[in-house]
Nanobody
Framework: VQLQAFGGGLVQAGDSLRLSCAASGRTFSRYVMGWFRQAPGKQREFVAA????????YYADSVKGRFSISRDNTKNMGYLRMNSLKPEDTAVYYCAARSDAMSVDVTSYGWWGQGTLVTVSS
């Protein structure tokens, strides 16, 4: 499956932003989808994941209550709605897919999009 993330940009603290992930090539609904992020000088970290059906979601503690992951399998699209953004949310955000159960392990995802930059100013 090929993935392409987009929707990043420059926002102010407290603003909202929605990232999108377009999937193509294989049946998107067969894959768990995850969002990860990588800040300058830091390792890539888990943000959120959603099951193949969209019925189960999981979040990193740092974004729980502020971010919401979803998907629309009819459109082969995934989303990450980010509210109450903070400067520490600044990072390149990646969407990823894996064919097994949900996971927070970055190394367990086999397909990756190219990343989209989110910059949150204070």
């Amino acid at each position: 499956v090929q993935l392409q993330a987009f929707g990043g940009g420059l926002v102010q603290a407290g603003d909202s932003l929605r990232l999108s992930c377009a999937a193509s090539g294989r049946t998107f609904s067969r894959y768990v989808m995850g969002w990860f992020r990588q800040a300058p000088g830091k390792q890539r970290e888990f943000v959120a994941a959603v099951s193949w059906s969209g019925g189960t979601t999981y979040y990193a503690d740092s974004v729980k209550g502020r971010f919401s992951i979803s998907r629309d399998n009819t459109k082969n699209m995934g989303y990450l709605r980010m509210n109450s953004l903070k400067p520490e949310d600044t990072a390149v955000y990646y969407c990823a897919a894996r064919s097994d159960a949900m996971s927070v392990d970055v190394t367990s995802y086999g397909w990756w999009g190219q990343g989209t930059l989110v910059t949150v100013s204070s």
